[in-house]
């Protein structure tokens, strides 16, 4: 369930003198404030303010602009202006980075995608009112938010450098859900994903309370220089989620991963993950269309966890029908081929196919995989 505790408090507002301020011959309002960290009691000094006029369908204020925002930063007493804000009903927030904020706790608990999104915002979000040529006061609070940090390494003791590093957070169904903050600003912070450092370190902050499990991955792009001198350019390989991946706990399956629980301001620096170089095996393939023999290009195949569904892996079927998998640990999968169709050049029809899905046991390497697609239509 939503948690309705929010991140900041709206102290209050009140409504001064007319300020003067004027665009076009009509006066316009101000908003102004402070900003105050709640952990330390001190002002949050350079944080981002943004009001935002709160919709019409959430307002019901026919003078409200429905895509109207303004925003500042708190100087060193954590103070900010707003000037010359047209009346109207405004969401109010305040970032900085080891905060929380309302969005970030509501993008953890609602899928962004889900019609309870808007309602769950409207309802966490502080809101003012501004009049034409008054000033509006707010008084922010912000919660310090959690952080988790540990290293990647192998297991022959290297560090694992430029590895990816994801979260993921239990919804209110005990399911895990791949976690997105709603912060703003930096990419990192705002995808919640990171690189391990030369050191194989991983740090992430900006965390609400709750359970998270830890995800790190193999690159599945490396970018690799053509040349020494001069200006070198890239060469780029994709994996296509081709990637091996590991879960807090040591763990291979996401359904295994063990949870890493913090609450508000706390700093979690023990979650360590160790990549395996042994025991890690390759698959390739072959898949073919029962009615003509030939190989099929174009789709996937993807390894399955036969327990939960999860997709493991997924790699692309090439041009010659051709597939292969890389760093592949012992255990039970479901292979999962879907062909996306081919062209009969004979008779220039798209031919389309029914998904394949066959067991799978993996304990060494396997180089003679072939299956073997049904066609299901033409068109």
């Known amino acids: 369930m939503l948690r309705h505790t929010s991140a900041f408090v709206l102290a209050g507002f009140i409504s001064c003198a007319p300020i003067g301020a004027q665009t076009n011959g009509v006066p316009r309002g101000k908003v102004m404030g402070h900003v105050f960290c709640s952990d330390s009691h001190t002002p949050c000094r350079f944080a981002g303010v943004t009001i935002q006029s709160v919709p019409l369908a959430a307002s019901g204020n026919k003078a409200n602009h429905p ?109 895990w859900q791949h976690y997105v903050s709603a912060g703003l600003g930096n990419t990192e912070l705002a995808s919640m994903t990171a690189h391990t450092d030369d050191h194989g370190h991983f740090y992430k902050t900006g965390l609400g309370p709750g359970s998270y499990a830890v995800e790190a991955s193999l690159p599945e792009i490396i970018l690799v220089p053509n040349a020494i001198l001069g200006e070198p350019g890239l060469n780029v390989t994709w994996t296509d989620q081709d990637a091996l991946r590991i879960y807090s706990g040591n763990k291979y399956r996401l359904r295994e991963a063990s949870a890493v629980d913090v609450q508000n301001g706390e700093y979690r620096n023990d979650v360590d993950l160790t990549i395996p170089i042994s025991g890690l095996h390759t698959l390739e393939g072959t898949v073919t269309s029962k009615a003509t023999g ?43 081929v879907e062909a996306t169709g081919a062209t009969d050049n004979t008779a220039q029809q798209r031919i389309s196919y029914e998904m394949l899905e066959s067991p799978l046991m993996v304990e060494s390497d396997v180089l003679d995989l072939s299956y073997t697609l049904s066609q299901s239509s033409t068109k």
């Open 67 to 175: 895509s109207v925002s303004y925003s500042a930063a708190t100087d060193m007493d954590g103070a900010f202006v707003i000037s010359n804000v047209a009346s109207g009903e405004y969401y109010v927030q305040a970032r900085l980075p080891g905060y929380l904020s309302p969005t970030d706790l509501v993008a953890s608990e609602v899928d962004p995608n889900s019609t309870l999104y808007s309602k769950a915002l409207d309802a966490a979000l502080n809101k003012i009112s501004v009049d034409d040529g008054m000033s509006a006061m707010v008084t922010l609070s912000l919660t310090r938010a959690a952080s988790l940090g540990g290293a990647v390494v192998y297991d022959d003791g290297a560090p694992a450098i430029g590895i990816e590093v994801r979260l993921y957070r239990k919804d209110s169904k005990g399911a």
């Open 294 to 336: 030939q190989n099929i290009g174009y789709g996937a195949v993807r390894l399955l966890d036969p327990i939960d569904q999860q997709i493991l892996r997924q790699t692309p079927i090439q041009k010659d029908g051709s597939f292969g998998f890389h760093y592949i640990l012992n255990g039970s999968y479901l292979v999962e």
